[in-house]
Structures are given as C-alpha cells and as structure tokens.
C-alpha cells in the first residue's frame, strides 16, 4: 500500500496567480499521477510524472500551464499557473506501486477555486 | 466513444433494496478492473478487484465479462452508508488506468 499526503487542501486563488500542489509518498513508487476532477465529473489524467525525466502530458494538458516537478521517488508537485475561474477543480495526486493488476491510491486531494 | 462508460446516474434507493451498476469498456485488450468508491469531497479508494471468475465481499458482488467488455457491481441489502459515487476503472496495461465518470447512489430511509 501507499500513504499519499497531499497539500493544501483547498485554496481560493486570484485569477492570474499559480498555485503549487505537492504530493509527498510514503515509500518510493516509480510512477505519479496527476488528475483533475472537475464538479459532477470523473477523473481526468493530466500527466504522468517520471523520476528524473520530463512529464507525460494527456492530451489537452501542457507544460506551460501544468509544470510538474519529480526531484525523487516520493514526492511531487504539480503547479496550476496563470489561473482563470475554469482552472476551479479538485486536483489529485495518485500512484499505483506496480504496473497492472494494483490499486490506485490516492492523495486527498486539493479543492481549487479561482475567482 | 468513451473507453469507460457507466450507467448514468443518480440511483434513489431505500434502505435494504439490492441495486446494480453497468460498466462497459471499449479496450478489449484491457487487463485488469475495479470499482472505486468516491464520497463526498474526498477522494477515490478502492472498492473491489473484478476477476473473470466473479467475486464477492459481503454485500458487494462483482462480475467481469470479457467476450461482452461488461463489468457489474452488485449492491445487496443498501445502506445508508453505501451513498457515494461508484467509480468503474479499467487497466489497459502497464500503469494506464481509465475511470468512468461514476454514477451516484444515494440511499433513503
């Protein structure tokens, strides 16, 4: 299993401003995720972040607006920038501790509301 | 198509009634399958694994169907407790997993 803590937990951000979401793991994991939940949706990958090398980004995601950081295999974060109002969404941080036939886990995630 | 696709929701039941939820999934070389469990303002855990073979815990039956891409969860004997968002996720290989968009069950008194 794996214990994700994830901070903050809720913000209120003006537009134009970022914000840093960090996810730190209890043990190593090779792969972190990152979601977006938007009200009454499910959960949509944002990108894939690999320890020591750049993240994979879905389609529709880009660097420039979601920069991630992985400097070890415990922890991540995930910056939100140059906020508007439909940036307004739960962001969670997830890992899987092998490829396949595992669980997700999850951070708790982080309620962002931009006004 | 959506790779993941659920019964849209919501479900009003009453307490003790037995209630089903339909998954279907488009990858059919996908290879592993779960339900999540989503309460309100908090984030997805784990529910139940689905093997071919079908499984149980409790109140909860899953069952696979491969030949069909159709995954069933089954609620047995509701509580007021099981009111949630019931998440169908699918593994397609590797660390690629899809979530449905969940359907929503609340239970009355």
């Known amino acids: 299993s794996a214990v994700i803590s994830q901070k903050p937990s809720r913000d209120i951000c003006q537009r134009g401003t970022s914000l840093t979401i960090q996810c730190q793991v209890d043990s190593q994991v090779t792969m972190m995720f990152w979601y977006r939940q938007q009200p009454g949706q499910s959960l949509t990958l944002i990108a894939t972040?690999?320890?020591?090398?750049?993240?994979?980004?879905e389609s529709g995601f880009v660097i420039d607006k979601f920069p991630i950081s992985r400097p070890n295999l415990t922890f991540s974060t995930l910056t939100v920038s140059n906020m508007s109002p439909e940036d307004s969404s739960i962001y969670l941080c997830?890992?899987?501790?092998?490829?396949?036939?595992?669980?997700?886990?999850f951070g708790q995630g982080t309620r962002l509301t931009v006004v | 198509r959506k790779e993941v696709e659920q019964d849209p929701g919501p479900f009003n039941v009453p307490e003790g009634a037995t209630v089903a939820f339909n998954c279907t999934y488009s990858?059919?070389?996908?290879?592993?399958f779960f339900w999540y469990r989503q309460d309100c303002r908090k984030e997805p855990k784990l529910l139940m694994s689905v093997y071919s073979s079908g499984n149980e815990d409790g109140r909860f039956t899953a069952q696979l169907n491969r030949a069909s891409q159709y995954i069933s969860l089954l609620i047995r004997d509701s509580k007021l407790s099981d009111s949630a968002t019931y998440l169908c996720?699918?593994?397609?290989?590797?660390?690629?997993?899809?979530f449905g968009a969940g359907t929503r069950l609340f239970v009355k008194a």
């Open positions: 996720v699918v593994n397609t290989g590797g660390f690629k997993t899809i």
């Open positions: 972040a690999n320890q020591g090398s750049e993240a994979t980004y």
């Open positions: 990858n059919s070389a996908s290879q592993s």
């Open positions: 997830s890992v899987e501790v092998a490829a396949g036939n595992t669980e997700a886990f």
